[in-house]
């Protein structure tokens, strides 16, 4: 084991050092050597050393550079060396963070990360946390505590009676919902479809003006961080109007929850701790290693009615048991690298984080509008919508940059306009894979 484990750190290492040099998209070749994957299992066992070695000849190369600082793609963050390395010894120790009794530091953790994450986040410091897999399941999880607390004002038991024969339960949404919510929603038995969208102004955010009258239990699904533009609901209004007839305010903050963590953009976000539950992802923009979410619930009770599970062999604690929390039971301690990265960032060290990634975007933002190219977008945060001209133009340019290796960048489409997305969500992004990464989008668009 000790020699296998010094070997693998060392290919890390040797990984790592190299995303500066490769291309950020893998090589064909690279892909086409996963062929030898494809093998019939084993009739005997082999030395774990000749795993390893396959899975680093063969694998390594097949990975897109996300964890480098050239990756501007969806908004992926990337690991800081604190998370990945507490990650490793997580991995080590192989912890089940079901219960306090199967993983007291797992446990305890989580406790001292949820008083740290509230801080920063700007969030209640006594509310219910769950640390899931990632913001879909942060959604599916403080939606579960809302439909359970809406439908209790009304006498009905959701978890235990269902929703069959419940009174209705309003929905709504923005023009601009991220998928991961309705689908949220399809899951709760709420419906995909069975919801109100209200319009969006030209960042995409909800306008408040538009809420539709609530009258009876609702819940109001807010934005904080579009995908596209990075802008943010107003918050603060939208909670205001719900919070007076009674309905349950829940939000999406995947990425943006986290620009509470600078002070110079947490007037963004102004009045998002008036709400009822936050989704938010610790894999992006904390930079921890994939998977990893949060889901807070301002009245924690709700969070633990809907996710709590009750079985003889699993007697009740007197300390934190992480599984009453989540809609999973057994599940591995992701408290360690969120504790971990904000252990070795502190509190100025994380607000430099999100404000030098939010700078780059702004670098990147007037880079290529200085050489003539039309940015979509007011760039609030970390996202930049650029335009290289006609739809087909734009896709060209994209394949090109995605084919030219100094950067990976995604297409979208922004209120019927084509474009490509760069988002700097990467604590490892430098100002000099900004301008490299400029120099190269401009060649290739200067190409045609
Ligand atoms: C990324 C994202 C999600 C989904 O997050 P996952 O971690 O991929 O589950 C949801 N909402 C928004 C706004 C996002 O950016």
Not at 267 to 286: C, P, R
Request: charged share 20%; aromatic share 6%.
């Amino acid at each position: 084991m000790p020699d296998l484990l010094l070997q693998v750190a060392a290919r890390a290492n040797s990984y790592l050092e190299g995303l500066n040099t490769r291309p950020v998209a893998p090589a064909q070749q690279a892909l086409d050597a996963l062929a030898v994957l494809d093998e019939p299992l084993p009739e005997g066992p082999t030395d774990p050393e000749a795993v390893i070695d396959l899975l680093d000849r063969v694998g390594s190369p097949a990975t897109a550079a996300t964890t480098g600082g050239r990756f501007y793609g969806f908004v992926h963050g990337g690991s800081l060396p604190a998370a990945l390395a507490a990650n490793w010894l997580a991995g080590a120790w192989d912890q089940n963070a079901v219960l306090y009794a199967s993983s007291p530091i797992g446990s305890r953790l989580e406790e001292v990360a949820q008083r740290w994450l509230t801080q920063v986040l700007n969030l209640p410091e006594d509310c219910g946390v769950g640390f899931v897999t990632g913001a879909t399941m942060a959604n599916f999880t403080g939606l579960a505590a809302g439909r359970t607390a809406m439908l209790e004002r009304l006498g009905w038991d959701a978890d235990g009676d269902g929703l069959f024969g419940a009174p209705p339960v309003t929905v709504v949404v923005s023009e601009e919902v991220h998928p991961s919510v309705t689908k949220a929603l399809g899951l709760l038995g709420l419906g995909r479809r069975r919801i109100l969208r209200v319009p969006v102004d030209h960042q995409g955010r909800m306008r408040a003006d538009a809420l539709p009258e609530l009258t009876g239990p609702a819940i109001i699904c807010v934005q904080a961080g579009n995908v596209n533009t990075g802008a943010i609901d107003p918050v603060g209004p939208i909670c205001d109007i719900a919070h007076a007839s009674g309905a349950w305010v829940h939000v999406d903050g995947a990425f943006g929850l986290w620009a509470n963590a600078s002070p110079s953009l947490a007037l963004q976000l102004a009045g998002v701790e008036q709400a009822d539950s936050w989704a938010t992802d610790a894999h992006k923009w904390l930079n921890v290693p994939y998977d990893s979410g949060l889901a807070f619930v301002r009245h924690g009770a709700f969070l633990t009615r809907a996710m709590s599970l009750t079985a003889a062999y699993i007697p009740k604690g007197a300390r934190r048991d992480p599984g009453q929390f989540t809609p999973e039971l057994s599940r591995r301690a992701r408290g360690v690298e969120i504790w971990a990265a904000l252990r070795s960032l502190g509190k100025t060290g994380l607000a430099d984080m999100i404000d030098r990634t939010c700078r780059h975007a702004r670098r990147f933002a007037d880079g290529l509008g200085s050489a003539g190219f039309e940015i979509l977008n007011e760039v609030v945060l970390n996202q930049v919508l650029v335009s290289f001209g006609e739809a087909e133009t734009t896709w060209r340019v994209i394949d090109r940059i995605q084919r030219d290796g100094t950067c990976w960048c995604g297409g979208t489409t922004w209120q019927d306009r084509t474009a490509m997305r760069i988002s700097v969500a990467s604590w490892a992004t430098t100002d000099a894979d900004v301008e490299m990464s400029l120099e190269a989008i401009i060649r290739a668009a200067r190409e045609g």
